[in-house]
């Protein structure tokens, strides 16, 4: 199993970029599917964006396509949300997932808020 720690979030102006990372320790990062999501203060926690293990195949939630992408290095364990034109509706906390089979890991989430 991995461990997962996020950082980068923070306090951005609509239409700003913030980069998130989520830093992995543990063993055979590579063959885990890894997925950022989100929470909003009131709602469920969402998928936003997801790229799998082998082919690094992406898939985003609609609201953040052309927005947002995710990326991976399984070199240093690592995976990355860049996050371009921001929005209001964007501010929730973000949690990095990790899963292979029906074993999954969290991080302990990373605030962005987006306001003016």
């Known amino acids: 199993q991995v461990q997962l720690v996020e950082s980068g979030g923070g306090l951005v102006q609509p239409g700003g970029s913030l980069r998130l990372s989520c830093a992995a320790s543990g063993t055979f990062f590579s063959t885990y599917a890894m997925n950022w999501y989100r929470q909003a203060t009131g709602k469920e926690r969402e998928l936003v964006a997801a790229?799998?293990?082998?082919?690094?195949?992406?898939n985003y939630t609609d609201s953040v396509k052309g927005r947002f992408t995710i990326s991976r290095d399984n070199a240093k364990k690592t995976v990355s949300l860049q996050m371009n034109s921001l929005k209001a509706e964007d501010t929730a906390v973000y949690y990095c997932?990790?899963?292979?089979?029906?074993?999954?890991?969290w991080g302990q989430g990373t605030q962005v808020t987006v306001s003016s």
């Open positions: 997932n990790a899963r292979r089979g029906v074993s999954q890991s």
């Open positions: 790229i799998t293990s082998g082919t690094g195949s992406t």
